[in-house]
């Protein structure tokens, strides 16, 4: 089923309404906005890598607010538990009644996510693959759509566990936020008592962004595109810095990022540009590099960049 010019003309629309309307209270900061879109409109989930008061946490309640969709924050500690998380059995009258718990929302913000101990970490592994939760043998489907938006501060080092490779090749991408240049700041203090009234509307629906989700679907891609997403990820295996490169799932993810970046750029097609750009928010954090690499201050960046310049894009026509 071909993608419609209508279809990606309504795409447009949606996604610009949302975008301009987050933009309200997210001062700059457009790029990493675009690439969060994308990789929901993707069906995928989000590590937001930054320092404390980078607008985390305000970027992911506004993007909710924009699709009207249902919201939940779970704030992780150490002693968070799993049926904190999924929600419990209680004795009600003659019975065990089910209470659903934070992770039943469309948009899940799970606040330093590295801070939950690793069992309570598990519990997110079947709900981000499956769209499901299991508690005492018995299965409920998590609402349509349903994404995870996870932070992280990367300076924190006590009291963290950092996560399984198993989770972090489940976050289809990952954007670093950082501070924000002067004259942002400045716009940012200046408008402080606005952004913290949290202006912003809905504009578009849960239905709206599932319309997204398909027609993102329908975007066309060559072979030889997929092929070079493939021969991309086979790369980080045979790079001399790094000790664990990307899984299958990695190019899945970069595909079906890609196709999210196309379409928001209005296009029915993928292009080696869309895949260059999404590569580097979608593969290293799916990588480990080898100690002697990091001795040389080489960043998982840095390898990705590298891999990017070497592997041949496909000639457009061929």
């Known amino acids: 089923m071909a993608l419609k010019s209508e279809d990606v003309s309504k795409a447009i629309s949606i996604a610009s309404s949302v975008l301009n309307e987050v933009s309200k209270v997210i001062v700059g900061k ?3 906005l675009r690439v969060i879109l994308a990789s929901i409109i993707a069906g995928g989930h989000v590590i937001l890598e930054g320092v404390p008061g980078v607008a985390k946490t305000t970027i992911a309640k506004s993007i909710a607010a924009a699709f009207k969709l249902s919201f939940s924050r779970i704030q992780f500690t150490p002693d968070v538990l799993p049926s904190d998380v999924l929600g419990t059995h209680v004795y009600v009258g003659d019975r065990f009644v089910f209470r659903k718990g934070p992770i039943f929302a469309n948009i899940v913000l799970a606040d330093e996510i590295n801070r939950a101990n690793p069992r309570t970490q598990s519990a997110f592994l ?4 499956e769209g ?3 508690v005492w043998g018995e299965t409920f489907k998590l609402p349509r759509p349903f994404i995870v938006l996870a932070t992280m501060n990367p300076i924190e080092l006590e009291g963290v566990y950092p996560l399984p490779e198993a989770q972090l090749d489940r976050f289809m991408a ?4 950082d501070y924000p240049d002067r004259d942002e700041e400045v716009e940012i203090v200046a408008r402080s008592d606005y952004i913290d009234s949290m202006p912003v509307k809905p504009v578009a629906s849960a239905e709206d962004l599932l319309f997204l989700q398909k027609a993102a679907s329908l975007v066309h891609v060559e072979q030889s595109i997929i092929e070079y997403i493939v021969d991309i990820v086979r790369a980080t295996r045979e790079d001399d810095n790094v000790f664990l490169g990307a899984s299958p799932r990695a190019g899945v993810h970069l595909l079906r990022a890609s196709r999210a970046l196309a379409l928001l750029e209005g296009r029915g097609f993928v292009t080696p540009d869309d895949v260059k750009y999404m590569a580097l928010r979608v593969l290293p954090h ?9 001795a040389l201050g080489i960043t998982r960046w840095d390898v990705i960049s590298n891999i990017l310049k070497s592997v041949k894009p496909p000639t457009p026509g061929v």
């Open 132 to 134: 499901q939760v299991t």
């Open 174 to 177: 990952l954007v670093k936020l």
């Open 126 to 129: 079947e709900a981000m693959q």
């Open 30 to 32: 457009r790029d990493e």
């Open 286 to 294: 799916r990588i480990m590099l080898k100690k002697k690499a990091e």
